[in-house]
């Protein structure tokens, strides 16, 4: 089209391959059991990318890349559980109670928030992708995930208001946080919990 190519193209193909290699190395195949859950966070960092940048550039969460996205997660944890035989008598210890948990209570909170301030203190598409957050990484990994997300949300917002380009009533695109905190807490949210927790601990 005689037209040059925007560099963000490449680097986000560049950050997906990357993304898609460390999941694969973080959550190896080894058997059936395995390539469930190692497709299910293949689909967990494809809607965050897709997220991540959309929300960046336009402040939208999208209906058909989020609700697509929570019933693929969903129908993942369960083919995992039954994959690993694990008995219906064991539902509330298994990882689809602990996925529909951890949606649960991200949505609540969320919706209550939007709710009371009629869509001025975040907008609905946060309320959904939460719920996301919750079922992708179950409720111990998603307190972790949103305690990344409102502290760089933070971060970055301040940032933005002291060097003028924001102010303190701007909109911030928070589902890229959000996005960006799902992933990390997907790979890390064990360690980093943790790693938490241990800083209480009296030696």
Known sequence: ?????????????????????????????????????????????????????????????????????????????????????????????????????GAVAAFIPFWFLWFVSKGKWMGFGDVKFVALMGLALGWQSMLVGLFLAFTLGAIVGLALMATGKKQFSSKIPFGTFLAFATVTSLFFGNQLWQAYWSLFRVV
């Open 1 to 101: 089209c005689s037209k040059s190519i925007s560099l963000r193209y490449p680097l986000i193909e560049v950050a997906t391959g990357f993304l898609f290699a460390l999941s694969l190395f973080l959550f190896p195949v080894t058997d059936l059991v395995s390539a469930v859950w190692g497709v299910r966070a293949a689909v967990i960092v494809a809607i965050c990318v897709v997220v991540f940048v959309i929300d960046l550039e336009h402040y939208l969460i999208l209906d058909r890349v989020v609700y697509p996205g929570m019933a693929i997660i969903l129908a993942l944890t369960i083919a995992y559980d039954l994959s690993a035989g694990l008995p219906l008598s064991f539902f509330f210890v298994s990882h689809t109670f602990n996925s529909l948990l």
